[in-house]
């Protein structure tokens, strides 16, 4: 059984405690937050105890860390947390800073601990069934990648102001979920932005709704498009033209009743909440990481996985700021900390 430490209560803590509570093979040992009654909730749910962040990552009885605080936080956590032998799943993204990112990963290197970082789309059951239909070879080479990612609604605006901007909070998925299936990284990135949902988020120097293009080396594109506002759901579909046809993974709608009659067919809107579409992709994302752990197998999301990430939000940040193309591998040379792993 492994036992696991929680470090954050909030939205997605509660996500993750669900998670790693339905699980065979792991118990939620105890839980921090930075608001005391936070944690006594989620603690009090799952019979777990109310600790400080330090007494969990110090305890003997903890097997794993699960990351889900403020991420400020993070690199200090996974540092901490590898350094006293645990275990750890990160949620996204590994820091706002690219350089202290790099600098995490290579620290954490020397601990020789599995790190893995909560991409958990990979584990959504629609993307993975495109993914196993592309490894297969009866789509022939990827060619032209779409990924479309739109919200029901914006966060408050005082998210909005910490999170890091658009590319480095929302739009961080996505620049995953194209290495996912490109199996690269891209050379440049050409990014477009503005704020036009929400004045106070442009106020707040971020954008709400951006596309960016991603260039690869052998000729390859993606496009990418977010937006924080789509008054019909929560938009989250994949397109990937390949040599020898099309794969498409749809939304999650409400329910799958298609009304036909004289004057059209319509259908269910898609699930309107992050939670509603996703929750069993975090479920199949906690089931990789207690099988890697108790496997010593990789971890199939890696620290190195979410630099890359990183270094693409931050390419798309600069360039939706200069206008300008901006080379992946400038970024990474630009941190101060040479290539990326």
């Not at 944690?39 to 400080?52: F, G, L, P, Q």
């Not at 690199?75 to 032998?85: F, N, R, W």
């Not at 506002?229 to 033209?241: K, T």
Request: net charge negative.
């Amino acid at each position: 059984m492994l036992n696991v430490g929680l470090l954050g209560a909030g939205r997605i803590g509660a996500v993750h405690a669900r998670a790693i509570s339905k699980h065979g093979a792991s118990r939620l040992t105890a839980v921090s937050d930075a608001f005391q009654e936070n944690a006594k909730a989620i603690a009090d749910t799952y019979s777990a105890e109310v600790r400080t962040s330090e007494e969990i990552i110090s305890s003997p009885d903890i097997d794993a860390v699960l990351i889900a605080t403020p991420t400020d936080t993070h690199s200090d956590l996974i540092e901490a947390a590898t350094g006293a032998g645990k275990a750890v799943l990160c949620e996204k993204p590994v820091d706002l800073d690219l350089a202290r990112a790099i600098g995490c990963e290579a620290r954490v290197a020397q601990t020789g601990r599995p790190v893995m970082v909560g991409f958990n789309r990979r584990f959504d059951r629609n993307f993975g069934a495109l993914k196993a239909a592309l490894d297969s070879g009866e789509m022939g080479k990827a060619e032209l990648l779409s990924i479309t990612s739109f919200d029901p609604a914006p966060p408050p605006i005082q998210y909005i102001k910490t999170s890091g901007g658009l590319f480095r909070d929302m739009m961080i998925h996505d620049f995953d979920m194209a290495n996912f299936l490109m199996g690269d990284l891209p050379v440049t990135l050409s990014a477009t932005g503005a704020s036009i949902v929400d004045p106070d988020i442009g106020a707040a120097g971020d954008v709400d709704t951006a596309a960016v293009t991603l260039s690869y080396a052998d000729g390859r594109i993606a496009v990418i498009k977010n937006s924080r506002r789509a008054v019909y759901g929560y938009d989250q579909r994949v397109e990937l033209l390949c040599s020898e046809g099309l794969l498409q993974a749809e939304n999650m709608t409400e329910n799958t009743v298609v009304r036909s009659t004289r004057d059209g067919v319509s259908r269910a809107k898609p699930t309107y909440f992050f939670l509603e579409r996703y929750m069993p992709a975090y479920e199949a994302e906690w089931d990789a990481f207690v099988s890697a752990v108790n496997n010593n197998a990789p971890m199939p999301v890696s620290l190195a996985d979410g630099v890359a990430a990183l270094a693409m939000a931050e390419a798309a940040t600069q360039s939706a700021q200069s206008g300008l193309p901006v080379a992946l591998a400038n970024v990474i040379k630009d941190s101060g900390c040479g290539e990326a792993a």
